[in-house]
């Protein structure tokens, strides 16, 4: 597992522990609770949990408080996960 992945699954497991977000998130992503596990092996489902903390300075500041983890370390996940073209428009 690269420290990208593992990155974004801390932060899964951190969402899990905070239902609201946790919720939205689902939504988001239109995936259930029980096929998280399974979604998880997914490098593109993990590439959609560190979008989903980036895309709310809030969430992710309150991620990166909670696990230790700074912002830096979740932008170069992204990059990681999602590719460095990711945020080029």
């Known amino acids: 597992m690269t420290p990208a992945e593992e990155t974004a699954i801390v932060a899964l497991a951190w969402l899990a522990n905070e239902p609201e ?27 959609g949990v ?9 969430t992710l500041l309150a991620f990166s408080a909670a696990s230790g983890i700074s912002p830096d370390m979740v932008v170069r996940a992204h990059t990681a996960l999602s590719g460095p073209e990711a945020g080029d428009f």
């Open 21 to 47: 977000l946790l919720g939205r998130f689902l939504a988001l992503t239109g995936t259930d609770p029980s096929n998280l596990r399974h979604a998880a092996a997914d490098p593109g489902f993990l590439a």
């Open 50 to 58: 560190i979008d989903f903390l980036m895309g709310h300075e809030p």
